[in-house]
């Protein structure tokens, strides 16, 4: 039986997730990704601005998640999640970021970068930038205020109330052609769960993308997931908003919807208030016109179960 091409549309923790998912079907799938390159804040915003380079955070996340060898727990905490203090200029990166910047900077190419990453941890499938330009994400809010760069969307300050009416790339970019190919010839587009303009939607706005989509014969399925941070961008908080949203972005219509209809107990509950984590309302009846799956991939802690999520693609893939 040939596998069936799968790639994972996203940035940040969502992708790693779905990479992750589909990673325990490798009889299955050929996975790849195409990650957003609009991140501007924190470790990543800062060498992106020193070194006139692309954010590596996000990207990093998702070449990590590809490893069949070795644990992606294992690598996140070695890689990601350690942020360096007392050491000057150093603090607050990571080890991951300072990879990719410094490999990128020595051999004036971040492509090769990305790959000498790929093969220290023995990645299984390709992961490509959405773009080799630097760009920033600007939103609009419902009362015509703009909000410009990912960090002051994705962290705002202003008053929750008003959210994003649209969101666009400035100075405006050109999809990477690899990226191009990868959606053309795949027979699943898979969108990722996490912040949906920060995220998933940065990660549609280059131009190409559209008609990468728009040409390509794959299946789209959007795995929603179940939350949204009550502190993070200023977007729907039911499914339906997070449907027709999306569906705005992207030239022909969402195939399918995974939905985590998990019922939290007080454990995971505690966990979404310390994350901050809202539960995104179940709303199938606004969305007569999708298929949507809903079904438990929640971890027992809390958090999505890439685990779980595996299982359930297998079934719908």
């Known amino acids: 039986m040939s596998k069936k091409r799968v790639v994972v549309l996203g940035g940040g923790n969502g992708s790693a997730i779905s990479i992750e998912a589909l990673k325990y079907n490798l009889k299955h799938f050929d ?18 601005r020193e070194f006139k380079t692309l954010p590596p955070g996000d990207i990093m996340r998702a070449i990590l998640a590809m490893s069949q060898k070795y644990d992606y727990h294992m690598l996140r905490d070695i890689f990601y999640k350690p942020r360096f203090a007392n050491v000057g200029r150093l603090n607050g990166h990571n080890v991951g970021n300072f990879f990719l910047t410094m490999c990128g900077q020595y051999s004036n190419n971040f492509l090769y970068a990305l790959e000498a990453l790929s093969q220290t941890i023995k990645a299984v499938g390709k992961v490509y930038p959405v773009t080799l330009k630097p760009s920033d994400l600007v939103a609009q809010l ?81 795995v929603v997931g179940n939350a949204f941070r009550t502190d993070g961008e200023t977007g729907p908080e039911d499914l339906s908003g997070f449907v027709s949203q999306l569906q705005l972005y992207l030239p022909r219509k969402i195939d399918l919807v995974v939905y985590n209809n998990n019922k939290l107990n007080s454990t995971q509950k505690k966990k979404y208030r310390i994350k901050r984590w809202g539960t995104i309302k179940f709303d199938p009846k ?16 809390g958090g999505l179960d890439p685990k779980k999520l595996g299982v359930i693609l297998k079934k719908i893939l």
């Open 31 to 48: 996975i790849s990704a195409v990650i957003s390159m609009s991140d501007s804040g924190g470790s990543s915003g800062r060498l992106r």
């Open 142 to 222: 419902s009362n015509g205020l703009v909000i410009r760069t990912e960090s002051f969307i994705d962290v705002p300050s202003y008053n929750r109330g008003l959210k994003i009416k649209k969101v666009w790339l400035k100075p405006k970019c050109r999809v990477f052609d690899q990226a191009a190919k990868a959606i053309n010839r795949a027979d699943v587009i898979l969108l990722s769960p996490g912040s949906l303009y920060t995220s998933l939607i940065a990660t549609l706005l280059p131009n190409g993308v559209r008609s990468a989509i728009a040409k390509s014969k794959a299946k789209i399925v959007y």
């Open 286 to 301: 606004n969305l007569p016109d999708y298929k949507i799956v809903a079904a438990n991939f929640e971890r027992t802690p």
